[in-house]
Each structure stands twice: as C-alpha cells, then as structure tokens.
C-alpha cells in the first residue's frame, strides 16, 4: 500500500478495504467479494470483524466485543452469536471452506490467516448496490503514522505483524455510529420501529383458514378456507370489521383446490393458484367476477403470488429452461400471460429460490433462498441485478412481507427456536415483535395493518400394528418424532409436556415415559438411535443447529458441534464408530462426517445433499433441495446415483431405507397416503413401486415415519386435532 501523494508526511492515512487472503472485505460498502460473488455484512458483524484484525490474531473475547461493539446496552451473548456465523458464512463460501475465524474454547475469537491492505485498484469487483457506499460512507480503517513504512516494505501483512492498533486503529466508533443509518437504499431511508403490536383475532371457526391477503386501504382480506376435513379448499372474501360480510370468491371444479390468494394494488382483482394432483394454474378473478388463466404453475414449485405495485404483472417463482437451475424470480404479464425472467444470478446447484415480495416503492424484492430444511432472506434489486444475503436467519420461514415504509419487512421465523414474529430492516438487523406464532403475514399498502395466520396443532403418536403398550399414554401437549430402539422395547420422542421441546423415553410396561433432555429452549430437528441403543444423536437448534448425544440412560447430553457450524440430520452410522450429518457452511447442504466422540469432523463430498443415512455397507443415501429423489453416494468410488423420484423433500421423512427395499409414502389413486414398497436390483437400482396392504386412516405429519428394526411396526404421528384463525395485528 502506498502513501496518498496528497497526504502530508507524518499524517495518519486510512484505508477501505482489506484483502483476508483473497477475500475483499469493504468497509465502505460493508460487502465481503469473492469468486464473483458479494454479500453485504451487517454494520454490528462488520465491527466485530474490525475488532478480530485489530487484536492482530490475538484471540477477543465475548465480553470484549460486547463492551467494543454494543457499548452502554445489555445484548445477550447471542448477538455475537449471530455476527460470527454472519462473518464465516461470507468468508468460507467455496467448495473447500477455510476456517478464517477461530472458535478459542471458553476464551472467545480471533482471525487467522493473512491479511493485507487494499488499493481502489486492487479490486475488479463491482459494487452491489450503485447506491450502497453512498449510504454506508462512514466507516474507515485507519492506520498510525508509524505504521507507514512497515506497510511499504511488504504488501501481505501476517496477523501477528499487523500494525492496526492505537488511539486511532480501526474505527469500531464510527461503525457503530452509522448502524442506524445503513441501508441498501438512500441514507433517507429509516426503519419505523414497531411498539407493542396489537394481535386481535379475525375468525374462530372449524374450518381451517390461511393465506390472507389484505386489500389495499385494508378494509377486506381474503384467505383460503379449507374443511377441517382436509376438503378442498377455496377463496373467501370478507369484511375486516363484519363476520357477516362473508362471500365465497372462487369455485374450484372437483379434484381441485384454490389457495395463496393475492391483493392487487388497484383493489379490482384477486390472483390466486388453482390446484390439482397432477396440474397447476394461475388465475385472475375481479371482483365482478370475470375469471381467467393466466399461466400454468410450474411442477414441485411453491406458487407463492405478488403483485407488482405497478398492477400489470405478478411475481412467482418458476424453473428456468437451465437445468441446472432450480427455481428463480418471474414476472407475468397480467394481461398477456407471459413470463419473463427477473435478469440476476440465481444459485446453480443448492439453495432454491421461493417466495418473492417487491417492496411498496417498486425499488427492492426480497425472496426467501432455500426450500428446506430451512431458509434466508435475501435482497435484490426490483429491476434485476446482484442478489446479497440480507438476513442469515437459516430458520423456517414461513411467509414475509413488506411494511408500508419499504424500509423494513415483517417475517415468520423459528432461527431463535420458537417461532414468532419479527421486524427485519434494510441494514440486515432483526428484531423480535411480537412473540405470537404468526404465520404468512401479509400487509396492506396504505394503513399499518398486516394479516397472518395461526396453527394450533395437538400430534399424537400411533403404532400399527397397535397392540401393546409401545407408545406412550397420551398428553395435553403433542409427542412427536417416535424413534423406537434397534432392539429391545424403548421408544425415543420429542414432546413439549414440560413446556418446552424435549426429549423423553418411553418403555413398554411401564406407566409412564420419562424425560430425558432438560435443554429448555430450541427445537429439535432430528433424533436418531446408536446401533448399540445406547446412546442417541440429536440436532437441538436455537440460533444455531447444534449436534448432541445423549446417553439414553442418564440423559446425560454432550455438545459434538460449535455454534456456528449449522448442523440439520443427523444420523449413526452402522458400525457406530461415526455420525454422519448435513451441514451448511456456505452455500449448500454438504455432507459431513465425525467420530462418536466429536473428533475427526471431515466434508465427505461437494454435493448439495439433505438427511443423509448409511444403510448399506460403502455407501450414503440422501435427497436434495435443487433435484427430486433418493439419491445414493458410494464412499469408495463417490458415484452419485439417483434412484427413485418417488422420494424427495416433501416427504423427506416419510421414508425408510433397509438393505431390501425403500418405504415410503405416497398418494394412492384415491388420493389417500399408502405405504409404497421398492425393493432392490442390484445395489444401484429399484424394482417399481409396489403398495404395502395398509392405508394410513390419518393424515401423517411431515417427517414421521419409522419402520422398526425388526420391520414389524410402524410408528407415525396423527394431528388429533388442528385449528388455523386469521389474525389481524396493528401497530
């Protein structure tokens, strides 16, 4: 790095951007570029970055950056939480993630690697936003006079040699002061918080009501209504203020149903999807009752529908002709029906893309990237571009939208455990608002209302055959993801008896089961036996996705992952000497590998792979996000095969792999779920699909289906009872 020639000698200089190998890190714009590819950082992670290089590899403790980046508050150690996985997430995206934040055990962080200054010249990489540094100007990493001649004598800086300290170093204060103020948009744009948002109920009755989208001046709402039943399901529209102002708005023909009703700006029409097992369309209805297709859906895609503030076309989402795509923004003409891409990158492999939402001032769209097992939010702009990580919540998200200031959106997320309601600004900052489990909220343009949706689920488990005393006697509270033991008579679960989800054992013959988690808070996300029964592995997930076993006598619970490692499924493998799980450290789900004792953790292959399972000697079976079916990976050769379509993400745990076939379900000609049977030919192929003599009576909740080691029992889940209201909140 040179010295400006417009500097005096002696004066302090400063510098915007530092290369961490070949990694640029933009202070101005808060981006970190690499491969192509930029995310923009949150301004707290971003400090908290400047905090790790200016401690010149020497390790910073939690109470450090606390007292650095959140000074004169009272933040839990989560937001540190948080901005660490932030910061790895954006520094380790490749196929081989470097490790470029050390997690020093009951100590705290430091940097690792090299790092040298960077000249404007130095980076060929565009700015996301044309608007962005504009917004984000303030921020400066500054270098001591002294520390110029050391500069000039070597380009590359190694850490322990790293002159960023003193009065000046780097410029924690002036991150922190412009936190408020950073944004993809204009310095004016500004968050309005949300103070003690009002939740009143808007219907009660039996039938299941979901997806509502208010009218602009939020006078009425729409929503689909479907039988408790599970009957098909249509569009209803009514008064917010008048029950009895209720009409029925759509007719769908039999063996079809209508859903994800949407607004248009102008208040004149309705669009909505129009369902059916092998077909899917969408259509437009005005309120005086013209109707008309506009487009066919595309197949396994979550036709969630925005209008655009303009009123002439629709966003979706729909696979493009590139296979190798999985799904991304289009835009319908609502006149012509056309479809055209939205012109920015979306991810080859991996990660799909779902559920688009433009904001009020047609300038940004945000869209949910990730089908499952979970999602974040990422940012655009409204005319196509460079996409960048808004918000790392890697959570379920169900449903988001934008409030009337386009500065801020309301989202559904579970990434702190418990679902609930949060506000999510521009900058990239979440805020908790509402602890009510508010599902799909949809806002109106004009006045500070939102409508969303809540469930009230009561899951039992049940067993066929039934006989015996081999599920546990039943509670107010739901039981969920039976695993029963490779042999003997016990049965693991999930249950929120205690309040909270925890692990609990039941035993044949006894009168009642016990608990053996006490973890208080997070989810599980899986549950899985040792070949032994002697122990169990489960992934419990807060912010984090964190990997334990149990010992299945004491309860006694060992963490095998750190926080920042975002582990989902995972699984023994049969000789009990490994634990084999998903892990995304970047932009996929990969596979990954450990011993029982949490050492020797390894990435066994750069494939985008969900819930993988060892079932037969040499190799792993798994599904994706970006393909339909069952795929297997041998360990020796690493050939990837797929094998059958009739297994993938939607009934990704309704199936079961032994050494002669794969269970799972599946829709009979009836409609209803049936057991479905293919046996193996050969170690890479199935037989057809044979059904199994049994039909599930009752609808099996998503991921519950075990088979019994000895594969004379099955266990699965029931919803005993379900109730979904619509909810109107104010603010």
């Known amino acids: 790095m040179t010295h400006p020639a417009h500097e005096p000698p002696g004066h302090a200089f400063e510098f915007r951007r530092l290369l961490l190998g070949n990694r640029l890190v933009d202070f101005d714009a808060h981006r970190i570029a690499y491969g192509g590819a930029e995310l923009r950082i949150r301004p707290k992670s971003m400090a908290v970055l400047c905090a790790l290089v200016a401690a010149k590899g020497e390790p910073v403790s939690?109470?450090?950056?606390?007292?650095?980046?959140?000074?004169?508050?009272?933040?839990?150690?989560?937001?540190?939480?948080?901005?660490?996985?932030?910061?790895?997430?954006?520094?380790?995206?490749?196929?081989?993630?470097?490790?470029?934040?050390?997690?020093?055990?009951?100590?705290?962080?430091?940097?690792?690697?090299?790092?040298?200054?960077?000249?404007?010249?130095?980076?060929?990489?565009?700015?996301?936003?044309?608007?962005?540094?504009?917004?984000?100007?303030?921020?400066?990493?500054?270098?001591?006079?002294?520390?110029?001649?050391?500069?000039?004598?070597?380009?590359?800086?190694?850490?322990?040699?790293?002159?960023?300290?003193?009065?000046?170093?780097?410029?924690?204060?002036?991150?922190?002061?412009?936190?408020?103020?950073?944004?993809?948009?204009?310095?004016?744009?500004?968050?309005?918080?949300?103070?003690?948002?009002?939740?009143?109920?808007?219907?009660?009755?039996?039938?299941?009501?979901?997806?509502?989208?208010?009218?602009?001046?939020?006078?009425?709402?729409?929503?689909?209504?479907?039988?408790?039943?599970?009957?098909?399901?249509?569009?209803?529209?009514?008064?917010?203020?008048?029950?009895?102002?209720?009409?029925?708005?759509?007719?769908?023909?039999?063996?079809?149903?209508?859903?994800?009703?949407?607004?248009?700006?102008?208040?004149?029409?309705?669009a909505f999807m129009r369902g059916a097992r092998n077909s899917c369309a969408i259509l437009l209805k005005s309120l005086s009752g013209n109707e008309r297709k506009l487009i066919d859906c595309g197949a396994n895609v979550l036709t969630y529908l925005e209008w655009h503030p303009d009123g002439r076309r629709l966003l979706t989402l729909r696979k493009p002709a590139d296979p190798g795509v999985c799904t991304m923004i289009h835009l319908v003409d609502v006149e012509t029906g056309e479809s055209s891409a939205l012109p920015y990158t979306p991810l080859p492999i991996g990660r799909c893309d779902v559920e688009a939402r433009i904001s009020p001032d047609a300038r940004w769209i945000v869209f949910r990237r990730g089908r499952a097992p979970n999602s974040d939010l990422w940012l655009v702009p409204a005319v196509g571009g460079t996409a960048r990580l808004l918000a790392p919540l890697d959570a379920e998200i169900r449903g988001f939208d934008w409030r009337d200031d386009s500065a801020s959106l309301l989202a559904s997320s579970d990434h702190e455990g418990a679902r609930a309601l949060y506000l999510v600004s521009l900058n990239g900052d979440v805020e908790q608002v509402s602890k009510e489990a508010l599902l799909f909220p949809r806002t109106a343009t004009s006045v500070k209302l939102a409508a969303a949706h809540v469930e009230q689920r009561l899951v039992r488990i049940r067993a066929a055959p039934a006989d015996g005393n081999v599920v546990p006697t039943a509670a107010s509270r739901s039981d969920f993801m039976p695993r029963p033991a490779p042999h003997g008579s016990r049965l693991a679960f999930v249950s929120q008896r205690s309040g909270s989800d925890e692990i609990w054992l039941h035993e044949a013959g006894l009168p009642a089961p016990r608990q053996l988690t006490s973890m208080g808070s997070g989810r599980f996300d899986s549950l899985e036996w040792s070949s032994d029964a002697q122990?169990?592995?489960?992934?419990?997930?807060?912010?984090?996705?964190?990997?334990?076993?149990?010992?299945?006598?004491?309860?006694?619970?060992?963490?095998?992952?750190?926080?920042?490692?975002?582990?989902?499924?995972?699984?023994?493998?049969?000789?009990?000497?490994?634990?084999?799980?998903?892990?995304?450290?970047?932009?996929?789900?990969?596979?990954?590998?450990?011993?029982?004792?949490?050492?020797?953790?390894?990435?066994?292959?750069?494939?985008?792979?969900?819930?993988?399972?060892?079932?037969?000697?040499?190799?792993?079976?798994?599904?994706?996000?970006?393909?339909?079916?069952?795929?297997?990976?041998?360990?020796?050769?690493?050939?990837?095969?797929?094998?059958?379509?009739?297994?993938?993400?939607?009934?990704?745990?309704?199936?079961?792999?032994?050494?002669?076939?794969?269970?799972?379900?599946?829709?009979?000609?009836?409609?209803?779920?049936?057991?479905?049977?293919?046996?193996?030919?050969?170690?890479?192929?199935?037989?057809?699909?044979?059904?199994?003599?049994?039909?599930?009576?009752?609808?099996?909740?998503?991921?519950?289906?075990?088979?019994?080691?000895?594969?004379?029992?099955?266990?699965?889940?029931?919803?005993?009872?379900?109730?979904?209201?619509?909810?109107?909140?104010?603010?």
């Open 535 to 731: 122990h169990l592995v489960a992934v419990n997930r807060g912010l984090t996705g964190r990997m334990h076993i149990i010992d299945a006598t004491t309860g006694e619970s060992r963490a095998l992952t750190g926080e920042d490692q975002k582990v989902r499924f995972a699984s023994f493998g049969r000789d009990g000497r490994f634990i084999y799980y998903s892990s995304n450290r970047g932009s996929r789900w990969r596979i990954w590998r450990m011993r029982i004792d949490g050492s020797g953790a390894e990435s066994l292959y750069d494939v985008d792979a969900i819930d993988p399972r060892e079932a037969i000697d040499g190799a792993l079976f798994y599904v994706k996000e970006s393909a339909v079916g069952l795929h297997r990976l041998d360990l020796q050769s690493f050939e990837e095969r797929q094998l059958t379509t009739e297994v993938w993400l939607h009934n990704i745990g309704e199936y079961t792999v032994h050494e002669d076939a794969v269970r799972f379900v599946a829709l009979s000609s009836r409609g209803k779920q049936q057991l479905m049977f293919q046996s193996w030919r050969g170690r890479n192929e199935l037989d057809e699909p044979q059904p199994v003599a049994v039909e599930f009576k009752d609808p099996l909740t998503a991921g519950e289906l075990v088979l019994a080691a000895d594969q004379q029992r099955w266990y699965y889940t029931v919803i005993e009872h379900e109730s979904t209201d619509i909810a109107l909140v104010r603010w």
């Open 62 to 270: 939690r109470e450090q950056l606390l007292d650095r980046v959140w000074p004169e508050t009272c933040p839990t150690d989560e937001v540190i939480t948080q901005a660490i996985v932030e910061l790895r997430r954006a520094l380790d995206r490749s196929s081989n993630p470097l490790c470029w934040i050390d997690t020093i055990p009951r100590v705290g962080y430091r940097l690792v690697g090299e790092v040298r200054a960077s000249n404007d010249e130095d980076s060929d990489h565009p700015s996301i936003l044309a608007d962005a540094a504009s917004a984000a100007a303030e921020v400066r990493v500054s270098v001591q006079p002294g520390a110029q001649e050391e500069a000039q004598k070597s380009a590359q800086w190694p850490l322990r040699t790293l002159w960023l300290t003193g009065a000046v170093g780097i410029s924690l204060l002036a991150v922190v002061a412009v936190h408020s103020r950073v944004g993809p948009g204009p310095g004016s744009l500004a968050t309005s918080p949300i103070s003690s948002p009002v939740v009143t109920w808007l219907t009660s009755k039996p039938e299941r009501e979901m997806y509502p989208s208010l009218s602009p001046d939020g006078s009425q709402f729409a929503y689909t209504e479907s039988s408790a039943s599970g009957g098909r399901s249509r569009i209803v529209v009514r008064d917010v203020d008048d029950a009895a102002s209720l009409r029925i708005f759509s007719h769908p023909p039999p063996g079809h149903y209508d859903t994800y009703p949407a607004w248009s700006p102008r208040g004149d029409a309705i």
